[in-house]
């Protein structure tokens, strides 16, 4: 294993952490990332009291834990979820092609996943063998 992919589970925790979402950004996660940030805008929206939201806006003086902890825990659960599908992406092969990838052909350079329609590698920009007619 690569000192990478040792790193990529705890960059995306330690990023969800500054902002929601932003360690599923990382991994390349969008929808799952959305859907984080929009959990917080709601739980922020229906449990912390307004108060809150606007002394935290403004810079004014902190709110007490008590009126803030939904959101807080929605993001330390954020967290998590970025950290072991950070594991989880790290412990997956990256060039074993399964049924649902027919689309897709792996890189002869770095070996990860490329669309097939493409005509290089997006992650290490080698070019692709042209497909030959037979």
């Known amino acids: 294993m690569s000192e990478l992919t040792k790193v990529r589970p705890w960059l ?3 990023l969800g952490l500054a902002v929601t979402g932003l360690g599923h950004l990382y991994l390349r996660r ?5 859907l984080w940030v929009a ?3 709601a739980v922020s929206a229906l ?3 307004v108060e809150a939201l606007e002394a935290l806006a403004n810079g004014g003086p902190v709110p ?14 954020s967290v998590v ?3 072991f599908l950070g594991l989880k992406q790290v412990s997956e092969p990256s060039g074993v092609l399964t049924d649902d990838d027919a689309d897709s052909v792996s890189c002869p350079q770095c070996g990860r996943e490329v669309d097939a329609d493409l005509d290089f590698c997006h992650w290490c920009t080698t070019r692709l063998d042209e497909p030959t007619d037979d």
């Open 30 to 34: 969008w929808r799952r990332a959305l």
């Open 39 to 41: 959990l917080a805008f």
């Open 12 to 14: 995306a925790a330690i």
């Open 47 to 49: 449990f912390v009291p």
């Open 64 to 77: 007490p834990l008590t009126d803030i902890l939904p959101v807080l825990a929605v993001s330390l659960v």
């Open 81 to 83: 979820d970025a950290f």
